[in-house]
């Protein structure tokens, strides 16, 4: 059993690869900045001032932006960094402040005041844009692991067809 590197400088990114990553970055601080101006400029509602769905609906917008807000910082550092593992951190932070986003904004909304609705709108273009981080790690992951192979076949993955065995 041999165990072989694609591509074969040890596992090391692509210089278009790994500018690809970096650039990534730049979208993540832009996000990151606006997560954070907008949390800190909204206060969280009161108890004694709100009541239900409003409640919890500003609660979750609030802590999601300040929270997601740093946690995509965190991201973008991972990614100008030019680390594979920072495109899957920034597509699973975005996917979660999306929702976030969609679940506050749509409980705001339920309470009242149609404002509310971009809030989901911008929560569903932060599940789009995590998800298409997340597809592009997938992506980019496939072209840099190590091939494990047997008698010269993968063991994982595609095994061409004129050598597959009897039971594929």
């Known amino acids: 059993m041999a165990i072989t590197s694609q591509p074969p400088e040890d596992n090391a ?3 278009d690869t790994l500018r690809q990553i ?25 108890s004694a001032s709100e009541s239900g769905s409003w409640l919890i609906g500003g609660n979750i917008l609030v802590y999601t932006m300040r929270i997601g807000g740093f946690s995509l910082l965190l991201a973008g550092v991972l990614l100008v960094i ?23 904004g749509g409980l ?14 911008f929560g569903a273009i932060f599940v789009f ?19 494990v192979t047997a008698g010269g076949l993968p063991l994982f993955g595609d095994v061409p067809s004129d050598k597959a065995g009897p039971d594929q």
């Open 13 to 15: 990114l692509a210089p």
């Open 129 to 147: 844009a995590g998800r298409n981080s997340l597809n592009e790690f997938r992506r980019l992951r496939g072209a840099t692991r190590p091939t």
């Open 22 to 46: 970096r650039n990534s970055a730049f979208w993540a601080f832009i996000a990151a900045a606006l997560l954070l101006y907008f949390g800190f400029q909204v206060k969280p509602p009161s």
């Open 108 to 121: 705001m909304l339920i309470q009242g005041g149609s404002n509310h609705v971009l809030y989901i709108i």
């Open 82 to 104: 030019g680390t594979l593992i920072g495109l899957a951190v920034d597509g699973a932070l975005s996917v979660l402040i999306g929702v976030g986003l969609a679940l506050g």
